[in-house]
């Protein structure tokens, strides 16, 4: 129970790290960059001033690609800071301890229900 009350601390601190790492999504060699922060909330867009002389059209699809850069590069910077909390869990070694733990704190949560 202390090493499930423990990695629980370390979760909520990537979770809050993860929250102040940005990432940036880049589409038409620069043209478009809009950044995301770890928890996938979009929270800066740039466009270059040449591209509102091309169609609307071009303008959103380049917009969508560095978005969608940025959400896959959010959830690749979400899953290594995670890793380094739960990596040692996911060895084959650990995986019975890993699954006792779980089902351990599925017992308590059912018997807190009653």
Do not use: F, W, Y
């Amino acid at each position: 129970m202390k090493q499930a009350q423990q990695m629980q601390k370390q979760m909520d601190v990537v979770q809050q790290k993860l929250s102040e790492l940005d990432v940036t999504g880049v589409a038409g060699d620069g043209l478009i960059k809009v950044v995301m922060n770890g928890k996938q909330k979009l929270v800066d867009i740039k466009i270059d001033p040449s591209l509102l002389n091309d169609e609307i059209d071009m303008l959103e699809d380049l917009i969508l690609i560095a978005i969608n850069q940025a959400v896959v590069k959010s959830h690749e910077l979400a899953e290594k800071q995670m890793h380094n909390v739960t990596g040692n869990l996911r060895s084959e070694e650990h995986t019975s301890e890993l699954q006792s733990l779980v089902n351990l704190v599925c017992r308590l949560l059912l018997e807190k229900k009653k």
